[in-house]
């Protein structure tokens, strides 16, 4: 499934609204660290492993695109 996310970085959160996720993390977006916390955060909430989450689209941008498979 793929979900429409938005990133914030002043606190920490995660609500998922149908396909789309907003999240806050604390980690600052330097070499990918913001990336990995996100896709970690992601896997935790839905249960999932992380190599099952994965950014599509906006790598480099507060809004992605990531994919989750079952």
Known sequence: MLYKVSVSFHKDHIEIIGDYIEIGIMVKPVKG???LEILKKIAKHL???KSNVRIVAGEK???KIVEVTQ
């Open 33 to 35: 660290e913001a990336n």
């Open 47 to 49: 249960g999932v492993p």
């Open 61 to 63: 941008s507060r809004d």
